[in-house]
């Protein structure tokens, strides 16, 4: 049977995480995952919707009742 190996650390990985696109490791693909969410959050907008934010620059005053305030 052919080991599959992590692509980032190397370690072998479950054959249920292979078929994934990228095939880490359990540990490997959680690290990831937070440093991916750690560059956007969700913000609520005044009497609307939740909008996702990329730009941090974009947070500052923005829900300060309906306008982009800075």
Same mark, same amino acid.
């Given at each position: 049977?052919?080991?599959h190996l992590c692509?980032? $650390?190397?370690?072998p990985i479950l054959p249920?995480?292979?078929?994934?696109? &990228?095939?880490? $490791?359990l540990p490997c693909g959680e690290e990831a995952a937070v440093n991916?969410? &750690?560059s956007w959050c969700v913000a609520p907008?005044?009497?609307s919707?939740?909008?996702l934010?990329?730009?941090?620059?974009?947070?500052?005053?923005i829900n300060n009742k309906g306008g982009l305030v800075k």
């Open positions: 049977m052919h080991t692509r980032i $650390c190397g370690d249920a995480a292979r078929a994934a696109i &990228k095939a880490t $490791c991916e969410r &750690k907008m005044h009497k919707n939740y909008m934010i990329n730009n941090r620059a974009d947070l500052l005053g």
